[in-house]
T-cell receptor, first 113, second 112 residues
Framework: TQLLEQSPQFLSIQEGENLTVYCNSSSVFSSLQWYRQEPGEGPVLLVTVVTGGEVKKLKRLTFQFGDARKDSSLHITAAQPGDTGLYLCAGARLTGGGNKLTFGTGTQLKVEL | DAGITQSPRHKVTETGTPVTLRCHQTENHRYMYWYRQDPGHGLRLIHYSYGVKDTDKGEVSDGYSVSRSKTEDFLLTLESATSSQTSVYFC???????????FGNGTRLTVT
């Protein structure tokens, strides 16, 4: 089983602070996806990064894929309470049977006023 | 929710009983997946399907079986539920083998 380690597991910050979540593996993935999950709901895709070194921005969220396609980071600038949720990274391995994802264990983020 | 409905949303059952969870999609997507989510383990793939009657095992398939007789429906069966199968189960779909997954809202299963 290919492992994806996320850190930190839990993060509680004040509104306006910046934060970075890390997703690391010893395996190479064809792409890496970031999801956000809210209580009682399924994960929702935020972004997919495909190329080593790629950086994508989604408003205040910046995603980076490592040069070797083994790791990724999510940086949030000026966090807001609406950013609260469980953030999951997932490494994709393309097989004949579909887009098989290996998920990290998640980072639970709480942003307080 | 990309047209994905999971049923039931909550279920409590006793050890040793059979349980079937249903995933229904209205997107006509070819690929469907069943994951379980547990604290400390994240989401783990149980089984997936790449077409009608075409299924394969994921990393935690023991104790589970699946069936897909129609494009829109993917069933997950626990033949004889055990307490270790208490979890939240998510169905996901994707249009093709490279597209990202869209998830349903999950089924919370408790085996007592």
């Amino acid at each position: 089983t290919q492992l994806l380690e996320q850190s930190p597991q839990f993060l509680s910050i004040q509104e306006g602070e910046n934060l970075t979540v890390y997703c690391n593996s010893s395996s190479v993935f064809s792409s890496l996806q970031w999801y956000r999950q809210e209580p009682g709901e399924g994960p929702v895709l935020l972004v997919t990064v495909v190329t080593g070194g790629e950086v994508k921005k989604l408003k205040r969220l910046t995603f980076q894929f490592g040069d070797a396609r083994k790791d990724s980071s999510l940086h949030i600038t000026a966090a807001q309470p609406g950013d609260t949720g469980l953030y999951l990274c997932a490494g994709a391995r393309l097989t004949g049977g579909g887009n098989k994802l290996t998920f990290g264990t998640g980072t639970q983020l709480k942003v307080e006023l | 929710d990309a047209g994905i409905t999971q049923s039931p949303r909550h279920k409590v059952t006793e050890t040793g009983t059979p349980v079937t969870l249903r995933c229904h999609q209205t997107e006509n997507h070819r690929y469907m997946y069943w994951y379980r989510q547990d604290p400390g383990h994240g989401l783990r793939l149980i089984h997936y399907s790449y077409g009608v009657k075409d299924t394969d095992k994921g990393e935690v398939s023991d104790g589970y079986s699946v069936s897909r007789s129609k494009t829109e429906d993917f069933l997950l069966t626990l033949e004889s539920a055990t307490s270790s199968q208490t979890s939240v189960y998510f169905c996901a779909i994707s249009a093709d083998r490279v597209s990202p997954l869209h998830f349903g809202n999950g089924t919370r299963l408790t085996v007592t």
